[in-house]
């Protein structure tokens, strides 16, 4: 079932499937709930440590993230909705470009406000090779955010917190 409502280019318009993302990180295994109205495997999204290790799992295996944590009562994002912000904003990039959707270090995003997730900058340099700067002025935020460049070299040349 593919979810209309998404970017044509989001990575995440099927269901999800649970068996690549608990292969990417098993501990999302626990929270697996089959869902009483159709009998599918979902996960209770009022949980807020279901979604952080559902998003841990997308990030992991839909980015090739190595570590991903937030801080207890930190926004968690959902990964697909932000990778639709991405999406669109390329393609409004697009319009000044002939079309065409640049892409590269050549490209320099601002995130006001990234959060301790770098949800953002890890979607765009992913999807797009963009380079960002991400900014907050929660100190938590700030170090989290570094703590995940850290842990995922491939990201240290290309988004600054």
């Known amino acids: 079932m593919t979810k209309l409502s998404l970017h044509s280019r989001n990575l995440h318009l099927d269901l999800y499937n649970f068996e690549e993302l608990i292969s ?3 501990e ?3 929270y697996i709930i089959v869902n009483k109205f159709n009998n599918e495997k979902t996960i209770n999204f009022s949980d807020p440590q279901a979604v952080k290790h559902l998003n841990k799992a997308i990030l992991t295996f839909y980015y090739n993230l190595s570590f991903w944590d937030i801080p207890q009562n930190y926004l968690c994002p959902a990964i697909p909705g932000r990778a639709d912000y991405i999406h669109y904003a390329a393609d409004l990039l697009a319009e000044e470009n002939n079309g065409s959707i640049p892409k590269g270090k050549k490209i320099r995003v601002l995130d ?5 997730s770098c949800v953002y900058p890890i979607i765009g340099h992913h999807q797009y090779g963009w380079s960002f700067v991400a900014s907050d002025i929660d100190k938590n935020s700030i170090a989290n955010a570094k703590n995940i460049l850290t842990k995922n070299p ?7 917190i």
């Open 28 to 30: 999302l295994k626990k």
């Open 112 to 116: 006001v406000g990234t959060g301790a």
């Open 154 to 160: 491939s990201l240290a040349d290309s988004i600054e």
């Open 24 to 26: 990417a990180t098993p």
